[in-house]
Structure formats: C-alpha cells, structure tokens
C-alpha cells in the first residue's frame, strides 16, 4: 500500500467529518458543497482500491491475507457514498451527522488496512 494514499484519504475523511460535524452544529442539513467533498474522498478510496488490487496482482501479500485486505478495500470505498445516501434521506442536521459518522468510520478502515496490509 502507499502510506501516502492512506494518509492523504484519512486526513480528507476527517476533515469532511470535521466539516459536516460543523454544519449539524449550525444545524444545517448537508449541502452541495457537502457532497463534493464527499466525491473527492469517494475518488481518493477508489484510488486506494485501484492501488491495493494492482499491487496483489503484482505479487505483494496483504501480511493478514488477501480477501480480508480486499474486503477492506471494498468498504472503505463504500462507507462515504452510503453515508452520503442516507444524508438524502435525512434532510435535516442528522444527514450531517451521518455523513460525519461515514467519514470518521472511514478513517478507522484506513488504519485498520495500514495494519492489514503491514502486520
């Protein structure tokens, strides 16, 4: 994996929960700028899959194994987009909190999949 990767897409994730954490203390539901932030982090995970699956298909082994490293992966890239879902459905300062939930679980997948990845 690239350390650099994975800290890029923990710092982003933090700041949008630092961002949307922000806008449900103003009491405000996310917003389009919300879900832009929400497309770069989703972009910077689907970077991260593309990095991951390259590098074990090069060879390289996942210290904990390949399915729980790629399993991993895989929710890393899908906690943001489903968070940001149920922010649609929730138009009021919970969508918010939601979508920061989202971001800060992300960023535990990261230094989990740092820890799979390295052993």
């Known amino acids: 994996m690239l350390v650099a990767l994975t800290v890029a897409l923990s710092v982003a994730a933090l700041a949008l929960a630092a961002w949307c ?21 989703t972009v910077l995970a689907l970077a991260q899959l593309v990095v991951g699956v390259v590098r074990l298909a090069r060879g390289e082994q996942a210290h904990d194994g390949s399915v729980i490293f790629v399993s991993y992966l895989i929710g890393a890239l899908f906690a943001v987009p489903a968070a940001g879902f149920l922010s649609l459905t929730e138009r009021t300062r919970w969508g918010s909190v939601t979508v920061a939930a989202g971001a800060v679980v992300l960023a535990v997948l990261e230094v989990r999949l740092h820890d799979i990845w390295k052993g």
């Open 21 to 41: 954490a922000h806008a449900a203390y103003r009491d405000q539901p996310t917003k389009d700028w919300h879900f832009i932030g929400m497309a770069v982090v």
